[in-house]
């Protein structure tokens, strides 16, 4: 039995199985950051995070005209894997216009057990991370920082966070610096900033994603994004927004919490943040 919806499910049914399209090389902009511009921090728990929740990073570095830094927290567990998978984030961070660095200042090098079980047992490895990611923290004086939320579903995404949260306070940053918390293995209660995302700057996620030739070849999660935002603009529209709001309008969205630390740690504002929009003061390049 047929359904008014049945065209549009065998559409994004369609979607997710046609030909995978060649990768495009060229970046998104040959134009650099100014040399002063501040910068934007993700520090991501694995290669490809920065491209999967990169919609705010994206828009800061191409609107914005902020420099962002792909902070490599780990390279993944697989050992053989290592290498490539620094290579394949650096190909993503080249079409991106991030720049990719290592948390130990060693290139090819990140992290190691970087899980809640090394938090909670306060391993002298783990004070070790922590120790060099708030000298990272001195280096590149981020005044945002793009990190999983302390839920995020998976150990690493979730010691990520506590591993931020440690470094903060030795860091002893002079300057104001809001931590963007993403979600992608979980969704969080409390997101603060609602941020509309074009089909460019979706397609940009999805091809940057896909840079990542080991990971999508066993499963090509770059397909499920669009999925995954719209999702986002759902949710937004009454976790963002208020309980039984209208829709915003917005077809995709990523959404983030949002902390400031200043010294002390505070609850960020609310903002919904429309396609065309300026971003708010305290997120543009007059910060």
């Given at each position: 039995?047929?359904t008014?919806?049945?065209?549009?499910?065998?559409?994004?049914?369609?979607a997710?199985?046609s030909?995978?399209?060649?990768?495009?090389?060229?970046?998104?902009?040959?134009?650099?950051?100014?040399?002063?511009?501040?910068?934007?921090?993700?520090?991501?728990?694995?290669?490809?995070?920065?491209?999967?929740?990169?919609?705010?990073?994206?828009r800061?570095?191409?609107?914005?005209?902020?420099?962002?830094v792909?902070?490599?927290?780990?390279?993944?567990?697989?050992k053989?894997?290592?290498?490539?998978?620094?290579?394949?984030a650096?190909?993503?961070?080249?079409?991106?216009g991030?720049?990719?660095a290592?948390?130990?200042?060693?290139?090819?090098?990140?992290?190691?057990?970087?899980?809640?079980?090394?938090?909670?047992?306060?391993?002298?490895?783990?004070?070790?991370?922590?120790?060099?990611?708030?000298?990272?923290?001195?280096?590149?004086?981020?005044?945002?920082?793009?990190?999983?939320?302390?839920?995020?579903?998976?150990?690493t995404?979730?010691?990520?966070?506590?591993l931020?949260?440690?470094a903060?306070?030795?860091?002893k940053?002079?300057?104001?610096?809001?931590?963007?918390?993403?979600?992608?293995?979980?969704?969080?209660?409390?997101?603060?900033?609602?941020l509309?995302?074009?089909?460019?700057?979706v397609?940009?996620?999805?091809?940057?994603?896909?840079?990542?030739?080991?990971?999508?070849?066993?499963?090509?999660?770059?397909r499920?994004?669009?999925?995954?935002?719209?999702?986002?603009?759902?949710?937004?529209?009454?976790?963002?927004?208020l309980?039984?709001?209208?829709?915003?309008?917005?077809?995709?969205?990523?959404?983030?919490?949002?902390?400031?630390?200043?010294?002390?740690?505070h609850?960020?504002?609310?903002?919904?943040v429309?396609?065309?929009d300026?971003?708010?003061d305290?997120?543009?390049?007059?910060?």
């Amino acid at each position: 039995m047929s359904t008014p919806f049945d065209e549009m499910v065998n559409a994004y049914q369609n979607a997710l199985s046609s030909p995978e399209p060649s990768l495009a090389l060229t970046p998104i902009s040959s134009q650099p950051a100014a040399n002063d511009a501040p910068c934007c921090l993700i520090c991501a728990p694995h290669p490809d995070d920065e491209s999967l929740v990169g919609g705010l990073a994206i828009r800061m570095r191409h609107q914005e005209g902020w420099r962002v830094v792909n902070l490599a927290i780990t390279l993944g567990s697989r050992k053989d894997r290592k290498q490539a998978r620094w290579h394949e984030a650096q190909a993503a961070c080249n079409y991106l216009g991030f720049e990719l660095a290592s948390p130990l200042g060693i290139q090819e090098q990140a992290f190691e057990n970087i899980t809640l079980d090394a938090f909670e047992a306060q391993s002298p490895q783990w004070l070790s991370s922590v120790t060099e990611l708030a000298t990272q923290l001195q280096i590149f004086k981020p005044r945002m920082i793009i990190v999983p939320h302390a839920l995020d579903g998976h150990t690493t995404h979730c010691a990520t966070y506590h591993l931020l949260m440690q470094a903060l306070p030795l860091a002893k940053l002079t300057e104001r610096c809001h931590l963007l918390l993403s979600e992608y293995w979980n969704t969080q209660l409390s997101p603060r900033l609602m941020l509309a995302l074009s089909p460019t700057e979706v397609g940009q996620m999805m091809t940057a994603t896909a840079m990542h030739i080991g990971e999508v070849m066993r499963n090509p999660y770059h397909r499920s994004l669009p999925a995954w935002l719209i999702d986002g603009a759902r949710r937004g529209a009454e976790r963002v927004g208020l309980p039984g709001q209208a829709a915003t309008g917005m077809n995709m969205a990523a959404l983030y919490g949002w902390l400031v630390w200043d010294g002390t740690l505070h609850e960020g504002p609310k903002a919904l943040v429309q396609l065309g929009d300026a971003m708010p003061d305290f997120l543009s390049s007059t910060f």
